[in-house]
């Protein structure tokens, strides 16, 4: 499948105000691979040399960012908007009910395009802003301070989002074949009897089969455990 | 049950360079109720005017603030060291074999301390300072540019990490303790100095951190490492 056809994330800054956290967030463009992004009257010239330098090597994000004029333009082709708060559920106030962040990838769809749109690092959105929304979101950290940095919150939200994604680029982790974990039960039959520990070794293996083992980490022990039962065997002949 | 009871983490930063993250970290120290931090030899002034300005209204997050001489200060204490790297799974280094950011709330206790270290925002930890941690983490964005900047990587770990705090307990498992940790670090050491077999034992001692033990099955597999060294040792004799 192409990535064209899972979901895609438009980035939505409305008149950010610092050029450090504009730098910062064309970094994570590039980190969570975001499709586009869509600045509403930035408070800066965004080609700021002081923004390139916090862009680090995401400098080519600066391609994806169209400017805007109004929140509008930057959404009304999107599937579904979601804005984001620090202040949310407050009693009664219908327009700032909405869900917690790590909620939010079961209830975004698996495909088409989605807006993630943030508010001034000052005052966030306006309550005309939030109106425009499809979805409220909030970072409820649990703590008194609950205000997050611009550029943080993105961070998360990139982060929770990009996890419903298809992640193609992503390493392929290479997990233990049935040889070695077969040569590693045996060895620690070995170690069973040489030791008479059965609790230790059946503590042992349960801890070392639940552990998704890498490829390099089961030889690496099983290598290990070769050795400890040469060590023991040689000293009882 | 009171927060005290649960839960506790130490930020460390290992020669951290700049004075923005720095500040920006202090602030997330607060947005997530991190209980310490330990800095290894900075290479600011940590009460800088510009550390303050970033730190916003966590300006007394610096009163969590420890500077150490080196790693081991920071984390010789602690139940768990999970330390972080942009590079994982590189094949057959087993050093750097270990498990993404999601699944870390799986793999780490529920109460006690644990320490999340980072490294320099140039060039991470040197791989002393990982050979000194029990497990390895990494961010996978699954994008071609996978390294974050600093206090971004910080951001996601503290929030993960804050996730299984606020979660209720399902069942009481009553989870290994500092003291037989410690001892499982020590025998592993000296299983090291007898085999020779330093890959074997990182991978090992990997894979038991990981894997959330119970409390007899720490005490279980800690027994067992006693008398594999016995007989080695005897052996030697």
Redo the contacts between chains.
Sequence with gaps: MHREENLRVRLVLVSPEGK?NFG?IL??A????VNEICVVNPQFDINDSEVLE?A???KDSINKVRVAESLTECISDVLISVCTTAKLNLEGDVLRQGIRI?ELPHVIPRQGLIALVFGRESTGLTRDELRQCDIIST?D???E?????L??AV??YL?EV??I?E?????E?YYCGQHVLQAIRRYLDI?RE??G?E??????K???F??N??I???T??Y???K??TH??N??AK
Excluded: W
Excluded at 167 to 171: G, L, S, T, Y
Excluded at 199 to 204: F, H, K, P, T
């Design positions: 450090i910062f970094r994570l590039k980190n969570f691979n916090f680090a090597r995401a790590e970072i950290t649990g703590s301070y609950n205000v997050l940095n550029s943080h961070a998360l982060y990009n996890k994604r992640a193609p680029h992503r390493r982790v170690i040489a030791t520990d609790r230790g070794v059946i503590a042992l349960h801890v070392l639940r552990s083992m890498s390099p980490e089961c690496a022990i290598k290990l455990l050795k400890i060590k023991i040689q000293r």
